[in-house]
């Protein structure tokens, strides 16, 4: 049986989740309303990722007889963020995007490093595992959105690096968590 503190952690690490699917469908809207449709590919395929991430948080309490719970999602914004005002986002308000995206990762890390923290405590070992593919997971992802602001910052400050890095972004294909649980 799973501890209360660890359930209640879970249900809301499910929820951030399928928040981040949210959020990071909302960038690409908003990258495909700007017409840069590599980065909105790139996007669209994070958040089926990030459904994935959720579900295997569902699966696992489900399969440790927890009770789930599928609290509100909140509503991502990036449209209104200061980022994003003007007619195009090349060069600084891209970055201004991108480290948006970064700060979210590093955000999710340490709610992820926190409930491994927790788990730890308790000396659950099982959960401690289940959260070790998180981990690891988590560390890609920053790596990912660390190497897109990079890139973004030596190559899009002109139209045709912009073109480019979009062409590249276009070329992303789902695939889905090597995670079973
Ligand atoms: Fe599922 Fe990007 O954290």
Sequence with gaps: MLNRKLITLMNEQMNKEFYSAYLYLDFANV???????????????????????????????????????LMTIESPDVRNAEAINGTNIKGEKLQDLLRASLKHEEYITSLINNIYSVAQELKDYKTMQFLDWFVKEQGEEENNFQNLLVKAQLFCDDSKGLYLLDSELAARTYTAATLTV
């Design 31 to 69: 990258y495909e309303s700007k017409g840069l449709l590599g980065f909105a590919n790139w996007h669209k395929i994070q958040a089926r990722e990030e459904q994935d991430h959720a579900m295997l948080f569902y699966q696992y309490l489900h399969n440790n007889n927890a009770e789930v719970k």
